[in-house]
């Protein structure tokens, strides 16, 4: 992702009136993977127990995720490239350790290794998998678990990298461009397999009832 972007992910961020304070089941942190609230697996379901483990949100946005992983017992960390979002889960959750990096700097930067590292609709959709998968491969311990997810290509045969408009905040304001790579469940796997990862999964979770668009997830450890 390039620290350009900041702009981009601020003025949306700057927009978004953030996550509720409880969900359907009155919970005050929650893990969600897909894009619809109180819908899909839970975390653990995804990467196990992860108490007294090392975990890294790259992307972690305004921190709701992150926020639940420490609930759980985690020692977690997210990053995100802008100051926005982070002010916010700053601001909720003034105990989260975020730190304002690209997911590739820190990554390449950090002496630690993690347990988990996972991306909700963060950098995993917006930075070149070719450039990202090796960094995270090689901060995960033997047996860590990497997870992404995101929304499923729009358009058949429309791959890779792709321009995404962020909507402007004010009707007629231009709006903002960053990258994202798009890619089918069956591609993902190629490609995070080639990277080292096995036990690779790859699938489209189904929407909810009256929604259209279902949710990416993609899985895979560390050999």
Same mark, same amino acid.
Request: hydrophobic share 40%.
């Given at each position: 992702?390039?620290?350009?972007?900041?702009?981009?992910?601020?003025?949306?961020?700057?927009?978004?009136?953030?996550? !509720?304070?409880?969900?359907? &089941?009155?919970?005050?942190?929650?893990?969600?993977?897909?894009?619809?609230?109180?819908?899909?697996?839970?975390? $653990?379901?995804?990467?196990?127990?992860?108490?007294?483990?090392?975990?890294?949100?790259?992307?972690?946005?305004?921190?709701?995720?992150?926020?639940?992983?420490?609930?759980?017992?985690?020692?977690?960390?997210?990053?995100?490239?802008?100051?926005?979002?982070?002010? $916010?889960?700053?601001?909720?959750?003034?105990?989260?350790?975020?730190?304002?990096? @690209?997911?590739?700097?820190?990554?390449? &930067? @950090?002496?630690?290794?993690?347990?988990?590292? =996972?991306?909700?609709?963060?950098?995993?959709?917006?930075?070149?998998?070719?450039?990202?998968?090796?960094?995270?491969?090689?901060?995960?311990?033997?047996?860590? %678990?990497?997870?992404?997810?995101?929304?499923?290509?729009?358009? #058949?045969?429309? =791959?890779? &990298?792709?321009?995404?408009?962020?909507?402007?905040?004010? $009707?007629?304001?231009?709006?903002? =461009? %960053?990258?994202?790579?798009? =890619?089918?469940?069956?591609?993902?796997?190629?490609?995070?397999?080639? &990277?080292?990862?096995?036990?690779?999964?790859?699938?489209?979770?189904?929407?909810?009832?009256? !929604?259209? #668009?279902?949710?990416?997830? %993609?899985?895979?450890?560390?050999?």
């Amino acid at each position: 992702m390039r620290e350009q972007d900041a702009e981009a992910w601020d003025t949306w961020g700057a927009s978004r009136s953030g996550r !509720k304070e409880r969900n359907a &089941a009155g919970a005050e942190t929650w893990f969600n993977w897909t894009q619809w609230p109180d819908h899909g697996p839970a975390g $653990k379901d995804v990467f196990g127990d992860v108490a007294g483990a090392r975990v890294l949100d790259v992307g972690c946005g305004s921190g709701g995720n992150l926020a639940h992983v420490t609930a759980w017992g985690a020692h977690a960390v997210g990053v995100d490239i802008s100051p926005v979002q982070l002010a $916010k889960a700053h601001e909720r959750w003034p105990h989260l350790d975020v730190r304002q990096e @690209t997911a590739e700097r820190f990554l390449a &930067a @950090t002496p630690h290794r993690f347990d988990v590292v =996972y991306s909700v609709f963060g950098a995993a959709w917006f930075t070149d998998p070719a450039e990202l998968l090796p960094l995270v491969h090689a901060r995960l311990e033997p047996g860590g %678990v990497y997870a992404f997810s995101h929304n499923p290509p729009a358009l #058949t045969d429309c =791959y890779g &990298a792709q321009a995404s408009q962020m909507q402007p905040p004010v $009707k007629g304001e231009e709006p903002l =461009y %960053v990258r994202r790579w798009d =890619y089918e469940p069956r591609t993902w796997a190629g490609i995070v397999e080639r &990277a080292g990862f096995t036990e690779v999964t790859a699938e489209v979770i189904p929407p909810p009832a009256g !929604k259209r #668009t279902g949710t990416l997830l %993609v899985r895979g450890v560390r050999a």
